[in-house]
């Protein structure tokens, strides 16, 4: 592994003298610098980050890595305000990695008549995936099955369905700029069973072909964040805000604990505004001004939901279904060589930053798909199961299901604004409404938000780099799968990836354990998406942890190799790394074969989070030219 590395010093101390390239001044990014450059969240623009967090007031200061606090903090920073985003742990790390992954107006919206949140979500289908983000948003088919029954029965669900299914296009058509899909159809009972053969022929009337988005949730949102760096935020993770600063009855801050260097004392973060975007966490934040008798303004409900991936091979279909369940919907959708099979949809009230499956969970799962398959799942199907938290605003129904999927934005205390609730398809609503009411705030000529014109790095040249996909793997000298695979994941920084690969033919490899992904791209993660532990290219930069029957396990000793040779870990750091996260994994297996929500959470918590023991790292001052 040739990924050189030069002079290092510890992330935990921020030397004189090093500045990034790209580094903000005074909240714009220094236009003599790449927008490309300047995105890069690489480990030595993590030590001028926290540097500009402890010199720098900002005008905006966001918490939270999720979808929410990235789209905030990209909203804000392309409004020209100077912006810092701090996550406790890894981008995405919470809801926003374990999501059905659809970029959804929600059929189930539509048979509610909240046709507002419908209407808003198509919208944001269309720009996301036509403008924003085209190269990691592409549109899925999905089947609504028609069940059996009388004649009579059997017209009034298919008019039902057809008519509910054209409403969703003629809105998106309509209404919600540009459908980016392909408009829906509908099949006989022959018709449905020649897309989906998998489908019980006694099971099905016929079906209707619908399309909807499909995302990399995590990796969306590191390229938010990558964005929002790119027009000048600073970005740090694993600094997590334990207090907020306050001046007579106002917020004017946060004090953090970075997580990288636990030895080292909290420091305070000044910021004219605070925006917390912390989803399921959000009563923590209304908790740590209980002491001045603040009301938080609403409260966050955690629901969990878990999904299952299962190989490709088990069903044989070439789209996906949705499927109504005795309390809400169940969808089961193509991923690449698999098949993602969700969701629950039951109360959490145990740890929040790793909700655990139980055995429950999982043959409740295997009992809903099974009505209509014709070879039954088993567990022995399984590759990968992940459990999230929807954030939820407290409403007056008992059943989660039923309670608002809406957003809120308030402000408990001067300064200080929470955003919470909405789903991931409406992050670019939520981040709009609540950095426009931070500019109101703020006073002076904000400008209004932009985000709608506004693509993602990647997004740029995505269809022409598409079409010229044959020319470049040859110009490169590799296979049009690597070039296709790359593209869909990281759009036009691909050059990036080849580039590594040309100057180090070595990154060429595919990983042990998981051949469809390159060393190229755990060292990628590691010097260009903020990537810090082992668990963060398994889990979210690569979806190694879920997509496989080993669950990284077996790629966990290379993948800590290259990104040891990038970051310039020791080997004692990488058998950390590596025996954290085999140790992870045999926590979620355990946690799984428990028979209920409170001895699966128990056996999960066994391993803690990877987070805070890793004060000895080094950071390399990286050769490799990106
Ligand atoms: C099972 C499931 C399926 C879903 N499917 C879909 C779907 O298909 N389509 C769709 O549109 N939506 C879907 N959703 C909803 C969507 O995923 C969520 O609404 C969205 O991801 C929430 O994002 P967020 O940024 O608000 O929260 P999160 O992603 O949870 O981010 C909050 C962040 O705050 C950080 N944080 C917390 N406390 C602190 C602190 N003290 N200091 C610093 N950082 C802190 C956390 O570490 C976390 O990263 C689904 C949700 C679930 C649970």
């Known amino acids: 592994m040739a990924v050189s590395r030069g002079a290092t010093e510890s992330s935990a101390t921020p030397s004189a003298g090093v500045t990034c390239p790209g580094a903000n001044v005074g909240g714009v990014r220094d236009p003599s610098v790449s927008r490309y450059a300047a995105g890069r969240l690489s480990p030595i623009r993590r030590v001028s980050d926290l540097r500009r967090l402890r010199d720098e007031q900002f005008d905006v200061l966001v918490i939270g890595g999720g979808v ?151 990796r969306l949102v590191v390229n938010l964040a990558r964005t929002a760096a790119s027009l000048g935020a600073a970005v740090v993770t694993s600094a997590r805000v334990v207090g907020f600063i306050r001046e007579a009855r106002e917020v004017v801050g946060v004090r953090v604990k970075d997580l990288e260097a636990p030895d080292r004392a909290e420091f305070e973060v000044r910021a004219r505004t605070v925006v917390a975007a912390t989803g399921v966490w959000s ?187 044959l020319d470049t793997a040859r110009r490169h000298g590799v296979t049009a799968g690597v070039v296709e695979h790359l593209l869909e994941r990281y759009g036009t920084l691909t050059i990036h990836l080849l580039a590594m690969i040309a100057a180090d033919p070595t990154l060429a490899t595919p990983l042990s354990g998981a051949p469809e992904y390159l060393a190229a791209e755990v060292a990628y993660a590691a010097l260009a998406e903020g990537a810090l532990h082992l668990d963060d290219v398994l889990t979210r930069r690569t979806r190694i942890s879920i997509e496989t029957p080993h669950r990284g396990s077996e790629t966990a000793r290379h993948t800590a190799a290259v990104m040891g040779a990038a970051l310039g870990w020791n080997k004692a750091v990488i058998d950390r790394e590596v025996e954290h996260y085999l140790a992870r994994v045999e926590a979620e297996r355990q946690s799984q074969k428990m028979p209920d929500d409170l001895t699966a959470d128990a056996a999960r918590l066994g391993i803690p989070d990877v987070r805070g023991f890793a004060a000895d790292r080094g950071v390399g001052l990286l050769k490799v030219d990106l």
Not at 159 to 188: K, Q
Not at 333 to 359: E, M
Not at 401 to 425: C, D, F, I, N, Q
């Open 283 to 469: 009563d923590d934040m209304s908790q740590m001004l209980s002491d001045v008798g603040v009301r938080p303004g609403m409260r966050v409900r955690a629901s969990k939901g878990v999904h299952l991936v299962v190989p490709r091979s088990a069903i044989t279909g070439e789209a996906g279904l949705i499927l109504r369940t005795p309390t809400s919907v169940l969808f089961v959708i193509p991923w690449g060589g698999h098949w993602i099979i969700g969701t629950t949809d039951t109360d959490w009230q145990l740890d929040r930053a790793h909700p655990a499956a139980s055995a429950r969970d999982i043959r409740y799962l295997l009992d809903q798909v099974n009505t209509v398959l014709a070879r039954p799942l088993t567990t022995d199907d399984i590759e990968g199961v992940y459990a999230g938290l929807r954030p939820l605003l407290s409403g007056e129904a008992d059943s989660t299901s039923k309670l608002s999927r809406e957003h809120a934005v308030v402000e408990p205390m001067l300064g200080l604004l929470l955003v919470a609730g909405g789903k991931y398809t409406t992050y670019r609503v939520m981040a709009s409404d609540v950095i426009d009411r931070a500019a109101r705030r703020l006073g002076g000529a904000v400008r209004p938000s932009r985000t709608e014109e506004l693509p993602l790095l990647g997004a740029d040249g995505y269809a022409a780099a598409w079409r010229d996909r």
């Open 68 to 218: 929410t606090g990235a789209g905030a903090a990209l909203d804000a920073a392309s409004r020209g305000l100077s912006v810092a985003l701090v996550e406790a742990r890894d981008l995405a790390a919470g809801t926003s990695s374990r999501s059905s992954k659809l970029i959804h107006g929600g059929l189930r919206y539509l048979e509610q008549l909240e046709l507002h949140l419908v209407h808003e979500a198509l919208n944001e289908r269309g720009l996301l995936s036509t403008r924003i983000a085209p190269h990691l948003v592409r549109p899925v088919p999905i089947l609504v099955p028609l069940t059996t029954g009388n004649a009579f029965a059997r017209i009034g669900h298919r008019l039902y369905y057809g008519l509910g299914v054209a409403a969703y296009d003629a809105f998106a058509g309509v209404f919600g700029h540009g459908r980016g899909m392909p408009l829906h159809r509908h099949l006989s009972r022959a018709g449905a069973r020649r897309v989906f053969p998998s489908l019980r022929a006694d099971a099905i009337a016929g079906a209707i072909r619908y399309y909807d988005g499909q995302v990399d949730d995590a």
